[in-house]
T-cell receptor, first 112, second 112 residues
């Protein structure tokens, strides 16, 4: 079945460092791909998405490119801030089943 | 605009007691509705989803049940809670035919 694999955390960075969180997927067809963010004690918020190959989703300085050839959707940010500390979830939309499939989540901690 | 409400936000219950978590969506009709659980330090597990009134799909066998008595209302229940039911429960909705999931703020359940 469809699945999402994310790099394990926690990822600990200093402020202004470069961030990469790896995400790969397994799916039939061409799913839509998402990154969600969860701040402490809150629900999940959509961060960005891409619906077809080579699309780049971007928001709040974060970017991710839909790579069909490597079945990946890695999240990047050039300069992280303390306020970016959160758990990040990669997900794919399994259209045949009307549901989003999530990765295990990656906790990011940014220190001043 | 559409909004999603979950309650209660926090709940502490003894083992063996019943549970009812409620979720309502405003500003849309016939949404797909979802219950996810996030155990401490773990990823998101899809528990139930519904594409219409009275239509419930269960993803994993467990001690919980779900009901959709009205178009925009989704209820998660248990007759007798177990310690392993502790976690953060998230309700979410998606417009039928779309692929973006919007989450509520979550309900934190502690079973003692």
């Amino acid at each position: 079945g469809d699945s999402v694999t994310q790099m394990e955390g926690p990822v600990t960075l200093s402020e202004e460092a470069f961030l990469t969180i790896n995400c790969t997927y397994t799916a039939t067809g061409y799913p839509s791909l998402f990154w969600y963010v969860q701040y402490p004690g809150e629900g999940l918020q959509l961060l960005l998405k891409a619906t077809k190959a080579d699309d780049k989703g971007s928001n709040k300085g974060f970017e991710a490119t839909y790579r069909k050839e490597t079945t990946s959707f890695h999240l990047e940010k050039g300069s992280v801030q303390v306020s970016d500390s959160a758990v990040y979830f990669c997900a794919l939309f399994s259209g045949g089943y009307n549901k989003l499939i999530f990765g295990a989540g990656t906790r990011l901690a940014v220190h001043p | 605009s559409q909004t999603i409400h979950q309650w209660p936000a926090t709940l502490v219950q003894p083992v063996g007691s019943p549970l009812s978590l409620e979720c309502t969506v405003e500003g849309t009709s016939n949404p797909n509705l979802y219950w996810y659980r996030q155990a401490a330090g773990r990823g998101l597990q899809l528990l139930f989803y519904s594409v219409g009134i009275g239509q419930i799909s269960s993803e994993v066998p467990q001690n919980l049940s779900a009901s959709r008595p009205q178009d925009r209302q989704f209820i998660l229940s248990s007759k007798k809670l177990l310690l392993s039911d502790s976690g953060f429960y998230l309700c979410a909705w998606m417009n039928s035919g779309a692929n973006v999931l919007t989450f509520g703020a979550g309900s934190r359940l502690t079973v003692l």
